[in-house]
C-alpha cells in the first residue's frame, strides 16, 4: 500500500470515528438533557407523572435503543402502537451501527494513528460542510427534522400519534433541537480540531 493509499485510509477511518464519536457522546449526554428538560418543559403536569417515573420510563426506552442485548421494547407507564415499536426498533438499528462503526474506526485509528504532515484539508471542508447543514437546521427546524426523517427511514412511523403513543408527549421538539445543537458542536470541533493539527 502506497503512502497515499495509506493517508486515504486513515483519513476515511478517522472521518467515520469522529462522526460516531460526537453521535455517541450526543446519546449519552441526552440523559441530561433530558433530565433538566422534564423541569424546563412542565412534563410532569403535561402527562400527570412524577420526575421519577418520566426519567424511569426514559431510562428504559434508551435501554432498548443502546443494549444490543435488550430486543423488547416496553415502558412502565406509557402504551405504543405496533408502528411505534418498530420506529424503535428502526432507531435501535441505528443505534447499533453507529456503535459498530465507532468500535470498529476507532481500532483502525489507533491502529494507524500518525498527525498529518500538512493542513489537512479534508477536515476543513467536513467542518464547513457541517456548518452549511447546521444553518439549513437553525433556519427550518422543522423541515430539516423532517428531510432527517425521510432520509433514514423508509416508512412515516417516526408521525407518531400521541393517542398511540403517548411517549412522544415526553419529548418535546426542542428536546430533539438541543441533541442536534450539541452533537453539530461536537462534530464542528472535532473537525477543525483534527484540520489544524501539524506533525509533530
Sequence with gaps: MSNAQKDLFYTIALAFF????????????????????IKYYYLEQIVNMKYGTIMKNYAQMMDYLINPFNWHFHLSDFGSSAAGRLHFQDCKKLFLLNFGIFIVSGALVAKFHKLRARFNRTFLWIGIGGIIIAAMMMINFDEFFVIFHEVLFRNSDWLFDPAKDPVINILPEDFFTQCFILFFILFEGLNFWKARLKKA
Excluded: P
Excluded at 469522529?18 to 428538560?37: G, N, P, Q, R
Design 18 to 37: 469522529l462522526l460516531t464519536t460526537a453521535i455517541t457522546v450526543t446519546i449519552f449526554a441526552s440523559y441530561v438533557l433530558f433530565a433538566v428538560d
